[in-house]
């Protein structure tokens, strides 16, 4: 059974940067997707970043040139590392895992069905 927890969130000014960290457990990396979603009250959960087998990203057009998402297969964690940081990115940021889909991995959430627990960021001057 695949468990997720996401770690590295905080606090932090505009324009700062911080990386968020997902390890993996339970399972190992096969066709999996995995991505970064986020959450704030009253909205809708809003794909961030995902990631396939090959490597292969894709990002939602507000982070794209500012959010990175990476793995480290050997290790099994996750990565989203996310620079000049905007208070529109505070959220509760989650990653997720779920069957591979060609050519790319999907933004929506309801085809994830492995959840991580969250972590806050918190983007204010």
């Known amino acids: 059974q695949l468990q997720l927890r996401e770690s590295g969130g905080g606090s932090v000014p505009p324009g700062s940067s911080l990386r968020l960290s997902c390890a993996a457990s339970?399972?190992?990396?096969?066709?999996?997707?995995m991505a970064w979603f986020r959450q704030t009250p009253g909205k809708e959960r809003e794909g961030v970043a995902s990631?396939?087998?090959?490597?292969?990203?894709n990002y939602a057009d507000s982070v794209k040139g500012r959010f990175t998402i990476s793995k480290d297969n050997a290790k099994n964690i996750l990565y989203l590392q996310m620079s000049s940081l905007k208070p529109e990115d505070t959220a509760i940021y989650y990653c997720?895992?779920?069957?591979?889909?060609?050519?790319?991995?999907?933004?929506?959430?309801?085809?994830?069905?492995?959840w991580g627990q969250g972590t806050q960021v918190t983007v204010s001057s």
């Open positions: 339970g399972a190992t990396y096969s066709t999996f997707c």
């Open positions: 990631i396939d087998n090959d490597a292969y990203t």
């Open positions: 997720a895992a779920g069957r591979y889909w060609w050519p790319d991995c999907p933004s929506d959430s309801a085809l994830y069905n492995t």
